[in-house]
Structures are given as structure tokens and as C-alpha cells.
């Protein structure tokens, strides 16, 4: 008799574009009838960081965090060519395709219905998004295609620590070429809240749930 495979992907994962739609519909139709909530959003900043964002960030890749097992990173070597193309295309050839694709809509197709300055804000946040490497969802997507969880936990953790080296030189150049000031110290303390914080906070985490586990089993030992 054949059993039914189980898939690991929940509801929510498998309509994850239906809700990701909803979820920007929401925003424009509150931005738009309820302009005092990004007006309030706006005012919750601290070094030009949004405290909301900030938090649902966290709650997002935290659990991914966790997952990662630095330990991991010793198997590259037995077969690095993924680990290449991943790192090619995150960081030679992603963040300058999201540059010239959003050049050429906000200033070429989309200009007479952008001004120059909201397309200049637009391209800068278009830099921003495309210059990150995907982290969370990364598992996600590994799962929905019957990935490697162990390759797929070591992509992220290396991606997280090109992250800390790459992001800031490569936004900066971006933004420059675009004359929008965006001053290093933000770029720092954005890579340390949405990547320093929630690493460290998931190795030590992680760390302490293998020790309690640990004893906890010597604890069921000794009484058996």
C-alpha cells in the first residue's frame, strides 16, 4: 500500500503570493484612506530605522536564525558549486539587474507618472530591497522544492556573512551613481539590527536549547 508523502508545507506557506498580494493591497488602500497610519509609522524611527519594521523583521527571521548551524559551514568544500552560483548571482549580478531594471521603469517607462524626486526615492528603495540576499524564505522555498536542508543552511548562514562585508560597499556604490545620499551609519546599523542582533540572539538560543536538551536526557538517564 502506498502512503501519502507529506509535503511540510502548511496552508499559509502554500498560498504564500495570495497573501503577499493581500498584504500589499492592504498597505495602498490604508495609505491611501487612512493616510494617519504610515504618517504614524513614520514617527516611530530611531537613526532613520522603523521600530515596526524593525520588530516584525525579527519575528520573521529569527526562527531561521535558530536554525542555523555554524558548525555546518565546514561541509562547503565537498561541493561548492552551488554555493558559487548562489553567491554570483546574489552579489555580482542581482543587486546592479534590480539597479538597471528599476532605472528603466521609474525614469524611462513609468515617467510620466513618477516625478523625479519619488523616482529617486523609489530606485533608492529598489537598491536597498535587491542588494539583500533572501534569508528566511529562503527555506521555504527550499522545501517546496525538496531541497537539501543541511545545503540550504549553509547558503544562509554564508549569505549572512557576506552580508556584513558586501551590503554596504555595494548600496553605497548603487546610490552614489544615483547622487542619493545615504549616509554609512544608517547602512551599519540597519545590517546590525536586522542581521548582528537576530544571529547572535539564534546562535545563543540554539546553543541553550542543545545544552538543556542535553541534560535533560542525563537527567532521564540517571533516573532510568
Not at 548551524?69 to 534590480?98: H, R
Not at 546590525?192 to 541534560?215: D, H, K, M, S, W
Request: charged share 10%; net charge positive; glycine share 6%.
Amino acid at each position: 500500500m502506498k502512503t501519502r508523502q507529506q509535503t511540510g508545507i502548511s496552508f499559509f506557506q502554500k498560498y504564500l503570493t495570495v497573501w503577499v498580494l493581500l498584504c500589499m493591497a492592504a498597505g495602498i488602500l490604508i495609505g491611501h484612506f487612512i493616510p494617519v497610519v504610515p504618517e504614524a509609522l513614520e514617527r516611530m524611527e530611531i537613526a532613520g530605522i522603523s521600530i515596526p519594521i524593525a520588530i516584525l523583521i525579527w519575528i520573521m527571521i529569527y526562527p531561521m536564525m535558530i536554525k542555523v548551524d555554524f558548525q555546518s559551514v565546514k561541509e562547503v568544500g565537498k561541493n561548492p558549486k552551488g554555493l558559487f552560483l548562489t553567491w554570483i548571482v546574489n552579489w555580482a549580478i542581482k543587486p546592479f539587474t534590480m539597479y538597471g531594471l528599476a532605472s528603466l521603469f521609474l525614469f524611462g517607462v513609468f515617467k510620466n507618472f513618477i516625478s523625479p524626486d519619488l523616482a529617486t526615492q523609489y530606485l533608492a528603495g529598489a537598491v536597498l530591497l535587491g542588494a539583500a540576499p533572501c534569508t528566511a524564505m529562503v527555506f521555504v522555498w527550499s522545501t517546496l522544492v525538496n531541497g537539501n536542508p543541511a545545503y540550504t543552511v549553509v547558503q544562509v548562514a554564508t549569505n549572512d556573512l557576506i552580508i556584513l562585508i558586501a551590503f554596504v560597499p555595494i548600496v553605497k556604490f548603487l546610490l552614489g551613481v544615483s547622487n542619493v545620499s545615504v549616509p554609512y551609519s544608517t547602512l551599519f546599523v540597519s545590517i546590525f539590527l536586522f542581521v548582528v542582533i537576530p544571529l547572535a540572539g539564534g546562535a545563543i538560543t540554539r546553543v541553550a536549547v542543545i545544552i538543556c536538551g542535553i541534560c535533560r536526557v542525563k537527567s532521564i538517564d540517571d533516573r532510568i
